[in-house]
């Protein structure tokens, strides 16, 4: 009687681990569903600058800064005595 008992309480543990098993699986498997319906543009990653340089401008004290992003855009700004006199723009698309 003994044996028997033993074996129904494996087969019991044994079910138990497959159903916990069977669960992490479904679990895991909608987290990565979820993880694929997700908007590709929000993981699309915008251009990064690649350089900046600086020249001076036509008036003395002047700066122009220059940056140059990765899909080949370039954009200036006018830096006076370390203070940016002018916003950001786009010279080349």
Do not use: C
């Amino acid at each position: 009687m003994d044996t028997n008992t033993n074996t129904i309480m494996q087969l019991q543990k044994s079910v138990r681990r497959l159903r916990y098993g069977m669960a992490a699986i479904a679990i895991g498997a909608g987290v990565f569903v979820m993880g694929a319906m997700q908007d590709q543009q929000s993981r699309d990653v915008g251009p990064h600058l690649v350089s900046i340089s600086a020249t001076p401008a036509t008036r003395p004290g002047m700066t122009t800064l220059f940056r140059l992003w990765s899909d080949g855009s370039i954009d200036r700004s006018v830096v006076d005595n370390g203070v940016t006199k002018s916003n950001w723009q786009i010279i080349q698309r």
